[in-house]
């Protein structure tokens, strides 16, 4: 009995898996239809193409953002589920409403692509990445109590995520709460936090954390 | 002879798993598309931009409808893919039939979220919603006849699937009915049924069905 | 040295399964963007919603049509790869030539929706099957030659594979000529040729072939 | 411990791959909306429509090469995940690097076959390139340090996969130069390049490299 419901588990886990790599897979593609090609009317000599280019790179700028977006809960989602042993519905439909913030990215980019001044624009982007945290804290809570996690996990690994979450999250609310004095701020206030947990995760963790090497490597990637 | 069957019919079943998960994820993220940003012609301030966000509410509880049925009949069809020990080429022409609805519903969707106000809309999207569930019955039925169904199923899961669809296929009935009252009713009955399924499962299943804790765990996602 | 070998070009027939699944499930379900909501202008009654439906159905015939072309060359390369045991860098090749061809099928469908009367559309549409036949043709001819068929599979099955090729392109070419007299003839032959395939595959191949049950097990899906 | 850290990172890599084939996917389908069913206004005969889709086929070189684009790419990005062993989160980020641009290919492609003639789109388009090979180069020098390659990769595929990259980019620099003149000089080029790669390996590898047939095959597909 119990070997039958962990082979069913497993597999959906696997499935979960396979289903999320799926949506963030279109999803990230999908953002690139926001750098729209220039309207060939407009367009009669290399330079007018040129300037044309040039004026597109506050939308390259919002495309890159997202990308990053979507890399980061893709690579926090992935840690959640190699580390789960099993999964039920109730998992399963958490991850579903996860995903469905993921689908929801293309649009928010869009939103603030074509709005970048407006401080509402920046707000929808801001609450579909807490949606994001939410959700995924949420599905950690939610195992953790259900005793999901394999039990080869490192033992601190409950704290760690926790406090990830919670900083990370705590610095896009900073960096969203900049638009009161200039969208823009909090666009490379969102950038910076994104490249400090993508290029150099360590700067940010590092503060808050004495995790020694060892054990960190079981709780990434 | 038979191990190279079951190897084949076995990478069949995992390639039938891999491109039911690739259609959901695009069939899910392609749903976003009904979410059109608002024309910057019509937007002078935060003002204009906050209104003709409210204006898109409507689209947004169809967006959301939508990805839950997709996450339910996704969840269902997994459900019986992990049971299935082994495959052959009906069924796989049976669950191509199956994606080719679920394909659909980006259209029945964005038809739905168009013309909110007409029946015919709210019974498109209704038929799509019949179609998925007959042929998933089918999918069932015919691999139950056909003894693909793995030895480690539990005993009753016939019945309970079989219910499972029965029940679903009702309520959704009842509910697209209400729209010769009003479309409205139609839709928040349909969500309502949806929620239930996704949220707590275990209002309606409860009602019909004296399965026990057990055995509900290998039955469900 | 040669479990090195078996074991990287291993994982490449899964990941080459992996891509043609991914290629797939996007051709397929942008398929349905040919399904265009009618426009809200000319939309001013139910009636005129049921019939703008009722003008979309040569386009949702269109579409079936498609769905079953990816359906029966997603089953036809799927049976491949189930029995290729290593693959080389020329078959990876071939495989992205045919799933190229895949790509197209989207705009080819598109063409035919929209020029449904005109003998070219009918006729771009017949040689992407013909580039995917040929294609499928060329990947087991290769593979045959180069030895990457498991030990497993069936005797006949290179006979088989090859002779199944030749009959359905055979009648494809049969309904295409059919476009010289009217195109919905050839579209009605088409449909006939994979309706065939898909539903009742013992009927075009009980005609040519002696093959016994047990044996076709190994061949098919 | 160290069998732990294995699951997870071995899992990590199965992710990747999985992310990676899901973004291919999506990108290579995306190519095909370039080439836009001809409007019906303008089409009143078959002679029309002929001409029109003559006209289409420069966009059909730009899709063919494009397509191309993705799967050398493809090939390249499968040759190193397959010899990887482990994974950290940096290499996780450099592949999400990689694909980052991999989502740009729709766009630069698309600019290319609208501004066919001019300069910069072609220039754009081979930045492109040369940011994915960079990409490239830099996870396996990447992984290499930080000896993730697996025990039973060949002595001598470093040099290889190095020496690859380094010739494929000098190429297609050369090929890029040659738009001074003519960009037409530079497409044909570009599409020569990544013939030869594609259909004639030998020819380029064969002049620079005294490999033995033996040890190829390890480090190809």
Redesign the interface.
């Known amino acids: 009995?119990p070997?039958?419901?962990n082979?069913?588990?497993g597999?959906?886990v696997e499935?979960l898996?396979?289903?999320s790599?799926?949506?963030?897979?279109?999803?990230?593609?999908?953002?690139?239809l926001d750098?729209r090609?220039p309207a060939?009317e407009a367009?009669h000599s290399?330079r007018d193409?040129?300037h044309a280019?040039i004026a597109l790179l506050p939308r390259l700028i919002i495309f890159?953002m997202s990308?990053m977006t979507n890399?980061i809960f893709?690579?926090g989602q992935?840690t959640q589920l190699?580390?789960f042993a099993r999964?039920?519905?109730n998992?399963?439909?958490i991850h579903?409403a996860f995903?469905?913030w993921i689908?929801?990215t293309?649009?928010s980019t869009?939103?603030l692509a074509?709005?970048i001044h407006?401080?509402?624009?920046l707000l929808?982007y801001w609450f579909n990445i807490v949606l994001l945290g939410a959700t995924l804290y949420w599905s950690w809570s939610y195992a953790t109590r259900s005793q999901f996690i394999g039990e080869?996990?490192?033992e601190d690994i409950h704290a760690a995520v926790v406090r990830r979450i919670g900083i990370a999250q705590t610095l896009y609310a900073a960096g969203a709460a900049l638009c009161f004095i200039n969208t823009y701020y909090s666009i490379a206030a969102i950038v910076l936090v994104q490249v400090n947990y993508?290029?150099a995760?360590r700067f940010c963790w590092g503060i808050f954390s004495r995790k020694s090497e060892?054990k960190r490597?079981?709780g990434?990637?």
Do not use: K
Not at 21 to 32: H, N, P, R, Y
Not at 118 to 121: E, F, K, M, N
């Open positions: 009995m070997s039958l419901y082979r069913v588990a597999q959906s499935r898996a396979a289903l790599d799926g949506i963030f897979a279109v999803s990230m593609t999908l953002l690139v750098l090609v060939s367009i290399e193409l040129g280019l890159l990308v890399g893709w690579v992935q190699n580390h999964a039920d519905r998992l399963a439909w579903i995903l469905c689908t929801l293309p649009f869009s939103l074509e709005y407006y401080r509402i624009a929808v080869d996990a490192p993508a290029i995760p060892n490597g079981a990434e990637i």
